[in-house]
């Protein structure tokens, strides 16, 4: 026996197509690749993550909870603030852990600045200490002065040097940036400590040639930051180019 459909359940099953069909668009709206990869296993597992949408600017704010053996995300606990150092606008946190992957801890300080409105991290790293300086009077600016490094790109591009440069029309060259606001998330995986790099705010339309990059690096005990891997946001429109 057929049963008739009135208009009223027409538009209900077309509703419901659309709004699968609207699903699995957004849900592909952008591809993920690495444009470079100097250590497959950390910057496969990234890869694997920013497809389950940690390069989101939610998840990058409030971190989910990825899992993989020998990985997890430094934890980062609230701080005594000086009297001066109240109002600020921003999360600062500090955390205990080997940033820079000497063997020893070190005291790490992450702020967030606001920039135009949006939030950008600062790190400041007191090496092999595991006590602040801080911790009777608490902390403020004064202190990033003493930290023996500053991880800071709050204004400024922080440059793609391990792939090939974009030419422009007129034929000069630049470097691919991440752009002037940095999300700083340590992690660790496998006993070494990686920095993750990115800046969710920035619209690809804005980027040189519409390309748009996270950043895995490792910190060194010589406070150098080589990168490891590059992870490009891969728009479905620009996917084949």
């Known amino acids: ?3 008739k459909m009135t208009p009223k359940s027409l538009l209900s099953v077309l509703l419901a197509f659309l709004l699968a069909a609207w699903s699995v668009l957004d849900a592909h709206a952008a591809d993920y690749r690495l444009a470079m990869s100097e250590e497959k296993e950390v910057c496969q597992l990234m890869l694997k993550f920013a497809y389950e ?23 980062w606990g609230s701080i005594r603030l000086a009297s001066s150092f109240q109002d600020h606008n921003g999360n600062v946190e500090g955390s205990l852990f080997d940033i820079n992957n000497d063997g020893q801890l070190d005291w790490v300080v ?3 600045w606001a920039l135009g409105g949006l939030y950008s991290h600062e790190l400041g790293i007191y090496q ?8 009777d ?7 990033l002065d003493r930290a023996d490094a500053r991880l800071n790109f709050v204004g400024l591009d922080y440059f793609l040097t391990k792939i090939p440069q974009y030419k422009t029309k007129k034929g000069r060259t630049y470097y691919y940036s991440i752009g002037g ?9 496998k006993n070494v400590t990686y920095i993750l790099m990115a800046n969710p705010f920035a619209s690809p339309e804005l980027l040189p040639d519409g390309r748009k ?20 946001e891969v728009q479905s429109n620009t996917k084949n180019r």
């Open 110 to 112: 992450r702020i967030q």
């Open 137 to 143: 009077v608490g902390f403020d600016s004064r202190d």
């Open 53 to 75: 949408g940690l390069l989101d600017t939610k998840s990058l704010q409030n971190l989910p909870n990825l899992q993989a053996p020998g990985f997890n995300f430094v934890s």
């Open 1 to 3: 026996m057929k049963t």
């Open 213 to 232: 990059f996270a950043v895995v690096a490792r910190y060194l005990r010589t406070f150098q930051l080589p990168d490891v891997c590059y992870i490009e």
């Open 181 to 189: 606001v940095a999300f700083l998330i340590p992690f660790q995986f």
């Open 128 to 135: 092999k200490r595991q006590e602040p300086l801080f911790q």
